[in-house]
């Protein structure tokens, strides 16, 4: 609330001056803050200049009316509650003024202990409604909120997951986090927005998860992989796509998710898609062949997303690049070396380019940093 009750900003409209006199002292000794004005006219304009939570109203006034000056708080000040005062015990003008939006009616000689008491009572259920209004009003806000934090939490817990897939083998450990950093390198390169950066960020962190789902005999196998066993480890993109679909809404990261395996020809999996949407006369068979087989949740013009070509790329460098049970690393420069043949085949042409150029400054930095240390 904007105030408490204690605080509370009341108006106090009466032409005689030694009732506004009477009623400012009493009220501010209770603890209101308390303005006075002398007719309607007048009173409007303080509420146009400020915000009351209370208006003491005299019905019996020159000028405008206390009727009409609480027919113009109704419509302009619904938050000020209004208590009318007047010498005239008249039931039916009392019923009335309920009606139009009063809170009570107090009789003249003013009772001040009665007065006092309607006030906190008035206040107090002023308090209550704009509570109210405003849970309401938040509510949605609230429930969004706190859904984002079970969502975000699921989330970290996704990722300490995949963190912790990997730290179970010496020669993962740690793959998710370089291949993130890697294809936000690429992204910044490419100069892709900063909202897509953070979505292809994320998509690196969590897109082995899937690996969950596949027998550690299979991915820690030293020899080569028996047909059975590669179909098993590349069901580990769609696999990943559905631990994640329950907490991410966001459909782009999905698909990169899916889709890091796939190839820029089409020939990759889960779903044989390629980076253009019609296969041209010119293309490989393999690649008309792979538009035969594409699952049936996708479309014919559904193309590769340029993150899952990131990821691909930066995915297929650090595996390379790192030891596995069945061979040792390629050294970087190797590795760039395949990137390279893999233009239009497996990789992205402009995305491979973008790598070789962040290698390139980060080879350039590494040893701007190496001399500076030398000439020390």
Known sequence: ???????????????????RDILSQRLTEKGYKCIAASDGNSALRKLNAREFDLALLDITMPGKSGTDVLREIQAKYPDTVVIMITAIADVETA?????????????KPIDL???TTSIDRVLDKRRLILENRSYQLHLEEKVEEQTQK????F????????????????YTSGHSQRVAEMAVAIALELGILEDRVEKIRFAGLVHDIGKIGVRESVLSKPG?????????????????????????EDGEILKIVRHHHENYDGTGYPDGLPAEEIPEGSRILAVAEAY??????????EKLSQGARILAVADAYDAMT?????????????????????????????????????????????????ALTISK
């Not at 019923?95 to 009789?107: N, Q, R, S, V």
């Not at 079970?150 to 939490?153: D, G, H, K, N, T």
């Not at 989330?155 to 010496?170: F, Q, T, V």
């Open 1 to 19: 609330m904007r105030r408490n009750m204690e605080k509370a900003a009341i108006l106090i409209v009466d032409d005689e001056f030694s009732i």
């Open 95 to 107: 019923i009335e003024l309920m009606k139009m939006g009063a809170y009570d009616y107090i009789i």
């Open 113 to 115: 202990t009665m007065l």
């Open 150 to 153: 079970i969502r975000e939490s």
């Open 155 to 170: 989330l970290n817990s996704i990722k300490s997951l995949a963190y912790a897939l990997e730290a179970k083998d010496k």
């Open 224 to 248: 080569k992989l028996t047909d059975e066993e590669y179909r098993h480890i590349m069901s580990h993109p769609e696999i990943g796509e559905r631990i994640l679909s329950p907490v991410v």
């Open 292 to 301: 035969t087989n594409i699952s049936n949740n996708l479309t014919r013009k």
């Open 322 to 370: 790192s030891d596995r049970p069945y061979r040792r690393a390629m050294s970087p420069q190797a590795a760039c070396a395949n990137l390279e043949s893999g233009k239009g085949k497996q990789f992205d042409p402009a995305i491979v380019d973008a790598f070789v150029k962040v290698m390139s400054k980060t080879a350039e930095d590494k040893s701007r940093k190496y």
